[in-house]
């Protein structure tokens, strides 16, 4: 059964004759089509598939192999929508709640068909990863551990994280890959205690830890990857810091498993930094799910998270991470496969501590 069929056996479920899809991500993940986010949509009823954009798009549509899904050119799209919903007689129409208030304005005003929100249903179809899902996300996973080998070959004092990050992206980009997911975090030194700092002009200097943070689109899916490294000496407690966060990361690894609550995986990293005293420096999530986006279902896992459970074939992110404020911090990031036989890990690069220099 194809994604659209999927999708199409759930709208008597859901009480509609169709459903408006207008995130980029979804209806990729449901076509194979690239469509720019707001240069049209797709409609799905029970019986069709219908992309919806303008000329732009119309060689690219000729190209286009597929049996489901058929495509109108048109400027006027939503004008279009109500044309072809009346043929169709939809009088319930579905839409994504995450359309702008302007976009549901003018449905509002231009459709006769009543209108229903829904709120990720798309997404919850992504979640679980089929056998080409899983490829595409390892070979990201590969490429980045390889644009990490490349960037440990460039680091030395004096070099700025801002340099770091633009040499990584010209090499990501030569190698395959498409763009960045994420803006590339290159955080050294003090920097390295804030968890989302981007890359500046500071230099790298002597005794720097430095963490980097990545995440590339490889053939529509991303890997999420982060590795902290020293550069020449490195701080005694930040060594320590790094075995602790280590362990915390190989702890949650070992406890993801088909059906384990999100909470309880988060626990099982977060006890260890708490016992060694740096609860209050860990200060963000333990993870989050990938692959046509950089986060994406299942949503962010933490101490509150009793909610998710998780499911045969997602992919999650491992990232425990603990900061110091004026001295430093590690993260350390995995992806990781979810399956009836265990845990397995798409990012394999190594991840002892890295002194380069030394």
């Known amino acids: 059964m194809t994604r659209i069929e999927r999708l199409q056996k759930k709208l008597p479920e859901l009480f ?9 991500k979804n209806i990729y993940y449901l076509t194979g089509f690239d469509l720019l986010q707001g240069d049209g949509f797709l409609l799905v009823t029970a019986n069709n598939a219908i992309i919806v954009t303008d000329d732009r798009y119309q060689l690219a549509l000729e190209e286009f192999d597929s049996d489901e899904v058929v495509a ?13 919903c009346q043929g169709l007689r939809v009088a319930v129409l579905g839409y994504e709640d ?46 980045q551990e390889q644009g990490f080998e490349y960037i440990l070959g460039q680091v030395r004092p004096g070099i700025t994280e801002r340099q770091i990050a633009n040499r ?8 395959g890959a498409s763009g960045a997911s994420f803006p590339t975090i290159v955080a050294s030194g003090a920097n390295a205690a804030k968890p989302h700092a981007t890359a500046s002009d500071k ?13 590339y689109y490889l053939d529509g899916y991303t890997a999420d990857m982060t590795r902290t490294f020293a550069v020449g000496s490195v701080d005694p407690e930040l060594r320590d810091v790094y075995q602790i ?7 949650v690894i070992d406890a ?42 299942p949503a962010s896992y933490g101490p509150s998270t009793t909610d998710l459970k998780l499911r045969n074939n997602e992919v999650i992110t491992v990232e425990p991470g603990i900061y110091i404020p004026e001295i430093g911090g590690v993260r350390i990031e995995d992806d990781v496969l979810v399956t009836h036989g265990g845990p397995q890990l798409l990012t394999t690069a190594s991840t002892d501590l890295i002194i380069v220099g030394d």
């Open 16 to 24: 509609i004759d169709a459903l408006l899809v207008t995130d980029e």
């Open 72 to 84: 109108t050119i048109t400027r006027d799209y939503y004008g279009s929508l109500n044309r072809i």
């Open 98 to 143: 995450t359309i702008s208030y302007s976009l549901y304005d003018l449905l509002d005003e231009l459709m006769d068909a009543d209108l229903v929100p829904f709120h990720q249903q798309i997404e919850r179809m992504r979640m679980i990863k089929d056998s080409q899902e899983v490829a595409k996300l390892q070979a990201a996973a590969k490429l």
């Open 168 to 175: 990584l992206d010209f090499w990501m980009k030569e190698h």
């Open 203 to 215: 230099q790298i200097e002597d005794g720097d830890i430095v963490t980097l943070d990545f995440g």
């Open 245 to 251: 966060v280590n362990e915390a990361r190989q702890a």
């Open 256 to 297: 993801v498993k088909v059906g384990q609550r999100g909470d309880r995986l988060d626990f099982a990293g977060r006890q260890l930094i708490e016992e060694a005293g740096y609860g209050d420096e860990f200060n963000h999530g333990m993870g989050h799910g990938i692959g046509l986006s950089v986060h994406e279902l």
